[in-house]
């Protein structure tokens, strides 16, 4: 798969991942489609990126995922779909007061994180079947963003590493699946990377967790991601696989 002339879809992709995402894809010659809530930052960054475009979308509500898609199509046949969409929630399943977590707040996390990077993996798969098929059969890729808390979730991490724990189940069932019609499925599993959220924390405290990761002993580029994505979307034999991406990181348990 050329990223050169590809249309692609980036969810969350006005900022952090996604945004550094649609930036290396744009860079290498992709329409981007930019998908997020933020209405502002993404026709902002759609009106820098040249020939990119901005849809307003919940990851969540299957209706408004199909129109970002359908704008995609109005440019060209589907070939990249990256869901960098997500929240992140600190709760321990029983608070140091003996509360159970709260149900709606893992609920939550679970509808955005799992429930709506599948909602783009369906949809997104759907429109690409429709597409011709490329050498090898080939119609897209569509690639998820898991993470490292999926395998060594920390403590009050529960909400948040059994999302992304479905989201590296899903991985290679649907990779199966859509086989026959030649779209193939990754994932990939940042660990501690620098960024919005991080960027609200103290400098010293970012220190700190940069000095965690044994090399390179710093926190994770945006654009090391956006790199392996471009890679991954080039690679005809990658399919069915979750990539770590965290320096050698393996998280203790706080």
Known sequence: MRIEGAVALVTGGASGLGEATARRLAAGGARVVIVDRDAARGEALARELDGSLFAAADVTDPAQVQAAIDRALAVGPLRVAVSCAGVGWASRTLSREGAPHDLDLFRNVIQINLIGTFNVLRLAAAAMARGEALGDGERGVI???ASVAAFDGQIGQVAYAASKAGVVGLTLPAARDLSAVGVRVMAIAPGTFDTPMMALLPEPARAALGATIPFPRRLGLPSEYA???GQIVENPY?????????????????
């Open 227 to 229: 790199l392996l994505v």
């Open 238 to 254: 990658l399919n069915g696989e979750v990539i770590r991406l965290d320096g050698a990181l393996r998280m203790p348990p706080k």
């Open 143 to 145: 690639i998820n963003t």
